[in-house]
Antibody, heavy 116, light 107 residues
Framework: QVQLVESGGGVVQPGRSLRLSCVASGFTFSTYGMHWVRQTPGQGLEWVAVIWYDGGNKYYADSVKGRFTISRDNSKNTLYLQLNSLRVEDTAVYYCTRGGNSIDYWGQGTLVTVSS | DIQMTQSPSSLSASLGDRVTITCRAS??????LAWFQQKPGKAPKSLIY???RLQSGVPSKFSGSGSGTDFTLTISSLQPEDFGTYYC?????????FGQGTKVEIK
């Protein structure tokens, strides 16, 4: 069965960096586009970034453009999100999701808290 | 960016009721619309894609319809396990955007 397991969340000070990872299993990772979606505490969902199956294309939400970088290692079945210049408003649960044309599977999420 | 607006923001219904949630896009998105269900403390679950197609394993009490700018999610007979928050999301163009959510409570 499809599994997406995120890790790397934690508490970090504003301006610092963090790298999230998502290990995928149960499907051919290298043939799917992958997304990160976040959810601020008690709030709704915000799409963050997408990377094509081969890493050839990437798109970002305006709120993270220039600060976050999505990448993948198909040999390790792993998706990454590098979070730089973190802000208090980046505090959220970050979900790794599988997306061909649409999102069909979600990981359990990893919490990032940005606080001084 | 395409804005997605859901209504109502919350609803309370009785077991067995037919429940309908609407989602409106700020511009036409063809049928590039998905619906998700989220329960407290859990990750969202995918229910519907392409406006009306059920994800694998999703019970047929859920149905979706619409095209262009107006969409609906219907639960034909509300059951206790259907409580939670429902979100619509467009994938017509980047950035993908979600509705603000509709909280469904059992009366």
């Amino acid at each position: 069965q499809v599994q997406l397991v995120e890790s790397g969340g934690g508490v970090v000070q504003p301006g610092r960096s963090l790298r999230l990872s998502c290990v995928a299993s149960g499907f051919t990772f290298s043939t799917y586009g992958m997304h990160w979606v976040r959810q601020t505490p008690g709030q709704g969902l915000e799409w963050v970034a997408v990377i094509w199956y081969d890493g050839g294309n990437k798109y970002y939400a305006d709120s993270v453009k220039g600060r976050f970088t999505i990448s993948r290692d198909n040999s390790k079945n792993t998706l990454y999100l590098q979070l730089n210049s973190l802000r208090v408003e980046d505090t959220a649960v970050y979900y790794c999701t599988r997306g061909g044309n649409s999102i069909d599977y979600w990981g359990q999420g990893t919490l990032v808290t940005v606080s001084s | 960016d395409i804005q997605m607006t859901q209504s109502p923001s919350s609803l309370s219904a009785s077991l067995g009721d037919r429940v309908t949630i609407t989602c409106r896009a700020s511009q036409g998105i063809s049928n590039y619309l998905a619906w998700f269900q989220q329960k407290p403390g859990k990750a969202p679950k995918s229910l519907i894609y392409d406006a009306s197609r059920l994800q694998s394993g999703v019970p047929s009490k859920f149905s979706g319809s619409g095209s262009g700018t107006d969409f609906t999610l219907t639960i034909s007979s509300l059951q206790p396990e259907d409580f939670g928050t429902y979100y619509c999301q467009q994938y017509y163009s980047f950035p993908w955007t979600f509705g603000q959510g509709t909280k469904v409570e059992i009366k």
